[in-house]
C-alpha cells in the first residue's frame, strides 16, 4: 500500500526524481500510520525503520571494509591476517541463512565457505582476524541480529 501511494505521488507530481520518490514514500508511510494507529498488527510501522536503520549500518560497514582492504592494496606492507571461523547461527530458516551468508560475503574481507550439514554454523574465511571472538561477536551482534529483527 505505501508503494502504491508513492506511485500515485510521483504521478501526481509529474515529478520522477529520488527526492521526490522518497518524498513520497515517507508522506504514504504517514498517512498509513494515522489512519492505522487503533490497529493491532503494527508490525509494518515497527520495520520500515529497522529496515532503513540495518541499510545504513550494513552502508557503513561495507565502506569500512572497503577502504581497509584498498590500504592494505595500495601499502607494499601487507596488513591481512587470513583465518577460518566455525561460527554458530541464530537463522533458523533457509532464507534467514541465505541472506545472512549472503550480508557477511558481500563484506569485502570475508567469505561463506561453507554451511554446515544441520544448518546450524557458518564455515567463514576472514582476511584480517585479529581476535576470533570478537569477529564472532561483531556478527552476532550487528548483522545478524540486525537482519532477525527485520524477518523475525
Given at each position: 500500500?505505501?508503494?502504491?501511494?508513492?506511485?500515485?505521488?510521483?504521478?501526481?507530481?509529474?515529478?520522477?526524481?529520488?527526492?521526490?520518490?522518497?518524498?513520497?514514500?515517507?508522506?504514504?508511510?504517514?498517512?498509513?500510520?494515522?489512519?492505522?494507529?487503533n490497529e493491532t498488527d503494527q508490525r509494518y510501522f515497527y520495520r520500515?525503520?529497522?529496515?532503513?536503520?540495518?541499510?545504513?549500518?550494513?552502508?557503513?560497514?561495507?565502506?569500512?571494509?572497503?577502504v581497509q582492504v584498498a590500504y592494505d592494496v595500495v601499502t607494499p606492507?601487507?596488513?591481512?591476517?587470513?583465518?577460518?571461523?566455525?561460527?554458530?547461527?541464530?537463522?533458523?530458516?533457509?532464507?534467514?541463512?541465505?541472506?545472512?551468508?549472503?550480508?557477511?560475503?558481500?563484506?569485502?574481507?570475508?567469505?561463506?565457505?561453507?554451511?554446515?550439514?544441520?544448518?546450524?554454523?557458518?564455515?567463514?574465511?576472514?582476511?584480517?582476524?585479529?581476535?576470533?571472538?570478537?569477529?564472532?561477536?561483531?556478527?552476532?551482534?550487528?548483522?545478524?541480529?540486525?537482519?532477525?529483527?527485520?524477518?523475525?
Amino acid at each position: 500500500m505505501n508503494l502504491l501511494l508513492t506511485f500515485i505521488w510521483v504521478a501526481l507530481t509529474g515529478s520522477m526524481y529520488y527526492s521526490n520518490f522518497l518524498f513520497g514514500f515517507l508522506l504514504g508511510f504517514a498517512i498509513q500510520w494515522i489512519m492505522n494507529r487503533n490497529e493491532t498488527d503494527q508490525r509494518y510501522f515497527y520495520r520500515v525503520p529497522k529496515i532503513i536503520g540495518f541499510i545504513f549500518y550494513f552502508l557503513y560497514d561495507l565502506i569500512v571494509a572497503n577502504v581497509q582492504v584498498a590500504y592494505d592494496v595500495v601499502t607494499p606492507k601487507y596488513f591481512f591476517k587470513p583465518g577460518i571461523i566455525h561460527y554458530p547461527m541464530q537463522a533458523n530458516t533457509d532464507l534467514e541463512i541465505n541472506l545472512l551468508s549472503t550480508m557477511i560475503s558481500l563484506t569485502p574481507g570475508t567469505l561463506i565457505l561453507d554451511i554446515s550439514d544441520d544448518k546450524k554454523s557458518l564455515f567463514i574465511h576472514v582476511m584480517y582476524l585479529k581476535d576470533k571472538e570478537t569477529f564472532v561477536m561483531q556478527i552476532k551482534n550487528g548483522v545478524e541480529k540486525k537482519l532477525l529483527e527485520i524477518l523475525r
